[in-house]
């Protein structure tokens, strides 16, 4: 779940951004956890007397802003959307510039954009970090339990008959495993899993956007997955506990434009955070990624069984 336009970067992102009233387009997919650049899909403008809600150009994003807009609506704030605007670049900017007051973000990878040297793993780690290193304008609210971020994932029938709950368990097993991942997952991985984990894989396969079904079909063991992926849930696949956290925290966090938000807004978002957790993020994701379900009728759904909406 880690950067440069010319002539004709300029002028697509100029003609995308007169369209950017319409909410955008596309981006049912999407990577929560990627921090390089992208051609923006959109602009915002701050509009005075509204929260101006963004997101990224990915159906996760797109949903916790949904859940942020209602709920702040629900508690008499002028709200105004700006949904899929486009890269973290062009979203940060829009945030310290004002443009929009508040992101659901994604703590570890914004503190990675914010310093690519920081080395926070923890949640309380990452977020120290960052409420040093963010510029005046910006600060983040409390982040929730929900986190969408790299995991090393079994089947279900392979953790009972292993007795799999931590990716620590596996070291006793890894070497009769095959491993499927992204093809730059054991350049970056292999060496720091031997060291945290004692882990020495059978073989590296190189799976990419089938690993899930790798693993469903027995062509793999151990799979690198991202933990609100529906797929996870489809194919009854379990998330092997980062004991020794080698995976930085990826909690959901808002971001705000520190004077654009008011004590509401804060105290709105908090509660938010309070309640979202990675297996109802998970849920949610689920229905809009199988179902079909649109974003903001998945939002209302979940604020109101929460008692938030």
């Known amino acids: 779940m880690r950067r440069k336009y010319g002539i004709a970067g300029v002028l697509l992102s100029a003609m995308l951004a007169l369209s950017a009233c319409g909410g955008g387009s596309g981006g049912t997919g999407g990577n929560p956890l990627d921090t390089t650049s992208a051609a923006p899909t959109g602009s915002a403008s701050g509009a005075g007397?509204?929260?101006?809600?963004?997101?990224?150009?990915?159906?996760?994003?797109?949903?916790?802003?949904?859940?942020?807009?209602?709920?702040?609506?629900?508690?008499?704030?002028?709200?105004?959307?700006?949904?899929?605007?486009?890269?973290?670049?062009?979203?940060?900017?829009?945030?310290?510039?004002?443009g929009l007051t508040v992101v659901p973000e994604y703590n570890g990878n914004l503190l990675a954009f914010v310093d690519q040297k920081d080395t926070s793993v923890t949640t309380d780690e990452v977020n120290t970090a960052l409420?040093?290193?963010?510029?005046?304008?910006?600060?983040?609210?409390?982040?929730?339990?929900?986190?969408?971020?790299?995991?090393?994932?079994?089947?279900?029938?392979?953790?009972?008959?292993?007795?799999?709950?931590?990716?620590?368990?596996?070291?006793?097993?890894?070497?009769?495993?095959?491993?499927?991942?992204?093809?730059?997952?054991?350049?970056?991985?292999?060496?720091?899993?031997?060291?945290?984990?004692?882990?020495?894989?059978?073989?590296?396969?190189?799976?990419?956007?089938?690993?899930?079904?790798?693993?469903?079909?027995?062509?793999?063991?151990?799979?690198?997955?991202?933990?609100?992926?529906p797929k996870m849930t489809a194919n009854d696949l379990v998330p092997l506990?980062?004991?020794?956290?080698?995976?930085?925290?990826?909690?959901?966090?808002?971001?705000?434009?520190?004077?654009?938000?008011?004590d509401t807004i804060r105290t709105t978002l908090n509660g938010i955070s309070a309640k979202l957790t990675t297996e109802s993020l998970l849920e949610m994701m689920q229905k809009i990624s199988v179902n079909k379900d649109e974003p903001a009728t998945v939002a209302k759904e979940w604020l109101t069984s929460n008692g938030l909406g």
Do not use: C
């Open 131 to 229: 409420k040093s290193k963010l510029p005046a304008e910006l600060e983040v609210l409390d982040s929730s339990p929900a986190e969408d971020k790299d995991s090393l994932s079994v089947t279900k029938d392979t953790q009972t008959k292993q007795s799999l709950n931590t990716i620590e368990d596996l070291a006793k097993v890894s070497k009769d495993m095959i491993v499927g991942a992204p093809p730059e997952f054991k350049k970056r991985w292999e060496a720091r899993f031997k060291d945290v984990y004692g882990l020495e894989f059978k073989e590296w396969k190189p799976t990419g956007p089938t690993t899930a079904d790798a693993l469903k079909d027995g062509s793999i063991q151990v799979g690198n997955i991202f933990t609100t992926d």
């Open 49 to 98: 007397g509204k929260a101006v809600i963004g997101s990224f150009d990915f159906d996760e994003s797109v949903l916790l802003a949904s859940i942020y807009a209602q709920a702040l609506e629900a508690k008499g704030v002028q709200v105004e959307e700006k949904p899929r605007i486009g890269s973290r670049e062009v979203v940060y900017d829009q945030v310290k510039g004002g």
């Open 241 to 262: 506990q980062d004991t020794k956290n080698i995976f930085a925290a990826q909690n959901v966090t808002p971001l705000l434009h520190k004077a654009s938000a008011d």
